[in-house]
């Protein structure tokens, strides 16, 4: 079915070139440069199958970590939707390497939780990957 007036994503912003996120917190700013977390992301959305796939069989034989099933999630979009990422944080008043590892083990920490929720609505949200379609429309 097409739904009238739906714009879809601009692959390319979506999967090629991503878009620039930009995070202030009280700790550092966090920049992070990401592709879309959805279905047009086929890498992120076979691992993400995998991921919740493993958790279901680690919850049915009692296995459950919440500390390391949020660090797979953290470590999936990492890996799957993150293409650069910078932050003016410090740990241990020494420049955080942009790592997936520090990625994940930043995100991880109280400080930055919350900086990963939004990340994680801002690059699951279609119009974030659309402005250049949008851009182009408003001119014609």
Same mark, same amino acid.
């Given at each position: 079915?097409?739904?009238?007036?739906?714009?879809?994503?601009?692959? $390319? @912003?979506?999967?090629?070139?991503?878009?620039?996120?930009?995070?202030?917190?009280?700790?550092?700013?966090?920049?992070? @440069?990401?592709?879309?977390?959805?279905?047009?992301?086929?890498?992120? !959305?076979?691992?993400?199958?995998?991921?919740?796939?493993?958790?279901?069989?680690? $919850?049915?034989?009692?296995?459950?970590?919440?500390?390391?099933?949020? $660090?797979?999630?953290?470590?999936?979009?990492?890996?799957?939707?993150?293409?650069?990422?910078?932050?003016?944080?410090?740990?241990?008043?020494?420049? @955080?390497?942009? !790592?997936?590892?520090?990625?994940?083990?930043?995100?991880? !920490?109280? $400080?930055?939780?919350?900086?990963?929720?939004?990340?994680?609505?801002?690059?699951?949200?279609?119009?974030?990957?659309?402005?250049?379609?949008?851009?182009?429309?408003?001119?014609?």
């Amino acid at each position: 079915m097409q739904i009238d007036g739906f714009v879809p994503v601009d692959r $390319a @912003i979506a999967l090629e070139e991503g878009v620039t996120f930009h995070y202030p917190t009280p700790y550092g700013d966090v920049t992070i @440069i990401s592709k879309i977390a959805g279905d047009d992301n086929e890498e992120f !959305t076979q691992a993400f199958a995998k991921v919740w796939q493993r958790h279901q069989r680690e $919850a049915k034989l009692g296995q459950i970590d919440p500390a390391k099933q949020f $660090a797979d999630i953290v470590r999936l979009y990492a890996t799957t939707v993150v293409l650069r990422w910078s932050t003016t944080a410090k740990s241990g008043g020494k420049a @955080i390497e942009t !790592t997936d590892d520090n990625f994940v083990a930043m995100m991880e !920490t109280p $400080a930055f939780r919350r900086v990963f929720a939004l990340f994680q609505e801002d690059c699951g949200d279609l119009a974030n990957f659309r402005k250049a379609q949008e851009d182009e429309a408003a001119k014609n």
